[in-house]
């Protein structure tokens, strides 16, 4: 084995989901950056507390997960005053691949990885997620206070109590990721001029209870190619915050199933498809939205196929909705501003004629 890769064994962790390996990981991790390397976990469990990542490190496994069950090294969080798992505050260049990160649901409000802070730094982050697994967390899966530069990519961010992706940052791409059954939304950025500059695609983005991507607001952002199911509210909402608008988006070739869950979804205007407020140079077109149940039971949803207001120099058009809402495709509440343009949304509510074909047992 190569210098720069470390073998965490040999810094005298077990790995066999009986003792402590704080101390010896994070001996492992101090070396690793001293040398600017990496380190390995053989495949085990990792009882751990807080571990503190630095600048030009990696920590490394195999993934051999799969969507509900860690396989493979499983970091297990086994302190429930603990603030996170994984602290990459500072860890500019730093790279985590092939890990099971697995909270236990232990204490309240503890992440899973955390990006403490809310300013960016005198240079780009560079960090990257890959091929991790993240769940069972009280907190967020991933929480980023700031980041700028940052790729997570395919990886399972599903089971938190919290958010799955709680975001504010900048110049990153999520791509081709399952972001499910958070307690929160999938995709959650905050108010206060917190995203910009984000290619968001090719994610499976489901049974989040909070919704799909929530932002308030942000900017310059690509949203594409990504598939939505059982959202809790709706599966991409851009909303208004403190007057600040939603400036340059792209949203294009989505997929939206069953949108608004009623068992989480309390607001009549959140049962919808796609919320769009205050939005400035926004291109919504060619994305497809359907009503849906629960795996064939429970309550239909959404009311709404798009509830739009405050718009300007944005097109929203060529859309599907085929079975698109209960209620009513388009909630247009106005308020637009110059160069806005709506057409040629095409669908059709759910009718006693479509309802029979879809509790059928042919859909």
Not at 227 to 248: H, K, M, T, V, W
Not at 254 to 272: A, F, H, I, Q
Request: hydrophobic share 35%; net charge neutral; charged share 20%.
């Amino acid at each position: 084995m190569e210098l720069s890769m470390l073998n965490v064994r040999q810094f005298g962790a077990r790995g066999d989901d009986k003792a402590d390996d704080t101390a010896a990981i994070q001996k492992a991790i101090d070396a690793a950056a001293e040398i600017k390397g990496s380190v390995f976990f053989p495949d085990g469990t990792y009882l751990c507390s807080t571990l503190t990542m630095h600048d030009f490190t990696g920590l490394v496994a195999h993934p051999t997960f799969s969507y509900y069950i860690p396989a493979g090294a499983v970091l297990k969080l086994a302190d429930p005053k603990a603030s996170c798992l994984i602290d990459m505050t500072l860890s500019r260049g730093s790279t985590l691949n092939g890990l099971c990160l697995i909270g236990e649901n232990l204490g309240a409000g503890i992440h899973g990885l955390w990006f403490k802070g809310d300013k960016p730094r005198d240079r780009e982050d560079g960090t990257r997620i890959e091929r991790c697994m993240i769940s069972r967390f009280s907190g967020d899966g991933v929480h980023v206070g700031f980041i700028w530069c940052f790729t997570i990519r395919n990886s399972i961010v599903g089971g938190n109590k919290g958010h799955g992706l709680w975001l504010r940052g900048c110049d990153g791409f999520v791509i081709d990721n399952w972001l499910s059954g958070n307690g929160g939304a999938g995709i959650f950025c905050p108010a206060g001029n917190s995203t910009a500059s984000n290619t968001i695609t090719a994610n499976r983005i489901e049974w989040n209870a909070g919704g799909g991507i929530r932002l308030q607001p942000g900017y310059f952002c690509n949203i594409t190619g990504n598939y939505f199911d059982r959202s809790g509210g709706p599966a991409i909402a851009l909303l208004e915050q403190s007057g600040a608008p939603n400036l340059c988006f792209t949203i294009t070739g989505n997929l939206m199933y069953r949108s608004g869950r009623p068992e989480w979804t309390k607001d009549d205007l959140e049962s919808c498809h796609v919320r769009l407020e205050n939005g400035h140079g926004i291109v919504f077109s060619n994305n497809t939205m359907c009503v849906g149940t629960d795996d064939k039971e429970g309550q239909l949803s959404p009311r709404y196929g798009m509830v739009l207001r405050g718009l300007k120099n944005s097109i929203i058009k060529d859309n599907s909705m085929h079975i698109g809402a209960l209620k009513q495709l388009v909630l247009d509440q106005g308020r637009h501003g110059e160069g806005v343009v709506i057409k040629d949304n095409v669908g059709s509510l759910l009718s006693p004629c479509f309802k029979s074909i879809w509790e059928s047992d042919e859909r």
